[in-house]
Nanobody
Framework: QVQLVESGGGLVQPGGSLRLSCAAS????????MGWYRQAPGKQRELVAQ???????TYTGSVKGRFTITRDNSKNTVYLQMNSLKPEDTAVYYC??????????????WGQGTQVTVSS
């Protein structure tokens, strides 16, 4: 099967930086879009950033200029570099990937989530 494993969350002061990683493993034929979502307490999960296999990235407005999404296709890994973090960035961050296994339809997979807390 397919697994997405995230790492890199933690506690950081306002203005600080964190880098999240998400590695996909298992029986993978190809990966299309990869992305990061977040969910704060009492709020709906929202898309933070998304990147195509070719490297085209899109961001939600509140993180533009502060966050950068990249991917390494050779490692089936997506990254989220988060700079100038604000308390309102506090949330559980989830990795998502559209993965095709051989002889199967394209399917969206989720990581287990990693907590990011921005606080002084």
């Amino acid at each position: 099967q397919v697994q997405l494993v995230e790492s890199g969350g933690g506690l950081v002061q306002p203005g600080g930086s964190l880098r999240l990683s998400c590695a996909a493993s298992g029986s993978i034929f190809s990966i299309n879009d990869m992305g990061w979502y977040r969910q704060a307490p009492g709020k709906q999960r929202e898309l933070v950033a998304q990147i195509t296999r070719g490297g085209s990235a899109t961001y939600t407005g509140s993180v533009k200029g502060r966050f950068t999404i990249t991917r390494d296709n050779s490692k089936n890994t997506v990254y989220l570099q988060m700079n100038s973090l604000k308390p309102e960035d506090t949330a559980v961050y989830y990795c998502n990937a559209d993965i095709r296994q051989q002889w199967k339809a394209l399917t969206g997979y989720w990581g287990q989530g990693t907590q990011v807390t921005v606080s002084s």
